[in-house]
């Protein structure tokens, strides 16, 4: 089973500022990665597929790099509903598994 | 527009059995893979379970393997999970979410709103 660490678990930043969230899996999953925001009371929303390409209907403000093992996922200009939780999943193997979250909380 | 509710949630002793149930509208069905997950409150998500669009492949994780049976009706639109022999770990909001392929990539585009599912005594 492939592992996802995610880091931080707790991220503080200003409306308007840049995050940067970071996934690492125990062993590559080539690009073979997404990530998914968690708002409160509601369902995980596909964001980034492929490591870096967005879904169908989000922002551009939403980024993804990354290969092999480390990813980032970047929110520049954040906005008040950006702020939620984010997981990384590899689709690479079965069993899918996700990282266990980074929660984006307002400074 | 995708459309995905769960039901069947509910307060169940260990040792019980459950069986949630997921109505699927506004694609076509019998075209996608589908798959469960479930997301202990206040926690991560877990990967549970996969069916192929034609029922002839399921996975299990081993944390629900021999417990946890999935199907689905094409007819009824319907996808469905039989939960066994429940634990107290098995306390979470389930989740159906849909099976699609970007150019390859194999990921779960459209979710459900949950149902919880609480085992206890």
Known sequence: ?107 | QVQLVESGGGLVKPGGSLRLSCAASGFSFSDYYMIWIRQVPGKGLEWISYISSTSTTMYYADSVKGRFTISRDNAKNSLYLQMNNLRAEDTAVYYCARGNYYGGHSLFDSWGQGTLVTVSS
């Open chain 1, 1 to 107: 089973e492939i592992v996802m660490t995610q880091s931080p678990a707790t991220l503080s930043v200003s409306p308007g500022e840049t995050a940067t969230l970071s996934c690492r899996a125990s062993q590559s999953v080539y690009n073979n990665l997404a990530w998914y925001q968690q708002r409160p009371g509601q369902a995980p929303r596909l964001l980034i597929y492929g490591a870096s390409t967005r879904a169908a209907g989000i922002p551009a403000r939403f980024s993804g790099s990354g290969s092999g093992t480390d990813f980032t996922l970047t929110i520049s200009s954040l906005q008040s509903e950006d702020f939620a939780i984010y997981y990384c999943q590899q689709y690479n193997n079965w069993p899918r598994t996700f990282g266990q979250g980074t929660m984006l909380e307002i400074k």
